[in-house]
């Protein structure tokens, strides 16, 4: 049994290069969990720097020069930057204000009148003590949700605080992620081994497929939120803003999201439209962005991408997500691939013979 034991060890970790990975995914892993909430700056600004370097490679494809793209790109950005922060989170922020004290708790009352014809109808079942404290949980927490979305104490400006020092330092991060991207790169790979074939493989697939994700993504929130804001602005229906925003998110959470985001558009237009046409018409309008998003627009957007099993692809959402919450649920699947990468690229010793002693 101690030589089967040596023999795999020989086999998956006598390179060098399998024990540098292992460190670096611990340590990267420690870091996240233990400063992923500092660290969030950092993290964004990677993530929006691997999308602006791809508009930035396609212009010097086009001959622009590097100092010229890389100004434009970043004012592109800027401006981006300043519509999401100016035009659609005041506007969101505003319709979800409006949903929770008013829509809500017209929901909670429909929803106690409900409750409150069950006892009636199945007296057997549903006693009318039960309904009570139901009712009473609905409200307490109704209650306690609006008072935290109208209205913010004191106990929220540190918090504001945080938001602010984000947004201030967001942009001058991915400034100096592109404009020194290079050296950065060099001062991390200068820690090391000069020969690693292995992890040469591993970055060099993981680069391609996290900037293929990264930018697909965020074309896809972009593509599915407005075409939802137009078409629900179209059929009149209330909080399109913040219905289209949140279906626009929905797709960073594979298969899940898609089911998540279906709640709040049928509690909303089922209460301004109720079972009528106008209502079936947002149901299927819903439903045919949901299908073309799922068979047309990925699969055009992600072509490069390592195709991974639906089972696969929950799993990574549901362990990753759990672990790194936002950051998890967004990198699900290129970490899924990362994974697999490694797995599949993992140097091996080929063991002399094929034949092991088990009785050893």
């Known amino acids: ?163 602010m020092i984000f947004i201030v330092l967001l942009p001058l991060l991915v400034f100096f992620f592109l404009k020194d991207k290079d050296r950065l790169i060099a001062w991390f790979v200068g820690f090391l081994p000069q020969e690693r074939p292995f992890m040469n493989r591993v970055m060099s697939e993981m680069n391609i497929q996290i900037a293929n994700y990264v930018r697909g993504k965020a074309i896809e929130i972009l593509i599915t939120g407005s075409i939802t804001y137009v078409a629900f602005l179209l059929l009149g229906l209330q909080y399109a803003a913040l219905l289209a925003f949140m279906v626009g998110l929905s797709v960073v959470i594979p298969y899940i999201g898609v089911v998540l985001v279906t709640v709040p558009v049928v509690v909303v237009a089922y209460f301004q439209f109720g079972w009528g046409a106008d209502f079936f018409a947002v149901m299927v309008v819903h439903l045919i962005i949901q299908t073309l998003d799922g068979n047309l627009l990925v699969p055009l957007l992600f072509s490069e991408a390592v195709n991974l099993h639906p089972i696969a692809i929950m799993v990574a959402v549901l362990v990753f997500g759990g672990v790194w919450g936002i950051w998890g649920l967004f990198f699900a699947i290129p970490l899924a691939t990362l994974v697999n990468a490694i797995f599949s690229s993992w140097p091996r010793e080929e063991p002399p013979s094929n034949r092991v002693d088990w009785m050893d």
Do not use: C, H
């Open 1 to 163: 049994m101690l030589r089967m034991v040596r023999a795999w060890y020989q086999r998956y970790f006598s390179n060098d290069e399998s024990i540098i990975i292992i460190l670096l995914i611990a340590g990267f892993s420690a870091i996240l969990a233990t400063l992923g909430g500092i660290l969030a700056p950092v993290l964004a600004a990677i993530v929006l720097a691997y999308l602006l370097q791809g508009i930035i490679n396609q212009l010097a494809a086009w001959r622009v020069p590097k100092t010229l793209a890389l100004a434009g790109v970043y004012a592109l950005f800027l401006g981006s930057l300043a519509s999401f922060l100016f035009v659609l989170v005041p506007l969101t922020w505003g319709q979800l204000v409006r949903l929770v004290s008013v829509q809500l708790p017209l929901l909670v009352t429909e929803g106690a009148r409900v409750l409150r014809m069950l006892p009636l109808e199945y007296p057997e079942i549903v006693s009318e003590q039960w309904i009570s404290d139901v009712s009473t949980v609905l409200t307490t927490r109704m209650n306690t949700l609006v008072d935290s979305v109208v209205s913010f104490s004191v106990s929220s400006l540190p918090s504001v605080m945080d938001t």
